[in-house]
């Protein structure tokens, strides 16, 4: 497990390097240096930064959970793919200088919008139930229950 947890921690640092570096280009953004919308790069930075926090929150409570090592690498790709791909589709809508939050008939818009949910909302969604159900029991209460020996996936 603390393989895992080791990851999940590296994933989240990574993340808030990324958000470090988003902060230079917001910079650029605000200056004029780079054409894109600074509000967009503004919110890619805080995206980064809430995934890094999110990372290190699932990496922290991970041996709390009732999943065995399996289960919690699923649950860090589960949710390491919605942290970071929300901060890259945020950039890129930034300097689309497009909303992404509705269907327009845009292509670049409509384009971000699905983005958005295929690979932020819904699976942060799905990380967030997984988390939580993980979280409302013990390992053993849940080994008990569905008959698997102790220590399996």
Aim: charged share 10%.
């Amino acid at each position: 497990m603390i393989n895992v947890q080791r990851q999940a921690a590296f994933l989240g640092a990574v993340l808030l390097i990324v958000s470090f570096a988003t902060g230079g280009l917001l910079a650029m953004a605000m200056t004029g240096k780079v054409s894109a919308d600074s509000h967009g790069i503004l919110a890619a930075h805080l995206n980064a930064l809430f995934g890094c926090f999110w990372l290190c929150a699932v990496a922290f409570t991970l041996p709390l959970t009732r999943f065995g090592e399996i289960g919690a690498r699923r649950l860090v790709l589960l949710t390491a793919i919605p942290a970071c791909a929300n901060w890259l589709i945020t950039v890129v809508k930034a300097f689309l200088h497009v909303a992404g939050v509705g269907l327009t008939g845009n292509g670049g818009n409509d384009a971000v919008f699905a983005a958005l949910n295929v690979f932020v909302v819904l699976p942060s969604f799905g990380a967030a139930v997984v988390w939580a159900y993980g979280l409302a029991g013990t390992r053993a209460e849940a080994e008990r229950l569905s008959g698997r020996s102790p220590g399996s996936a």
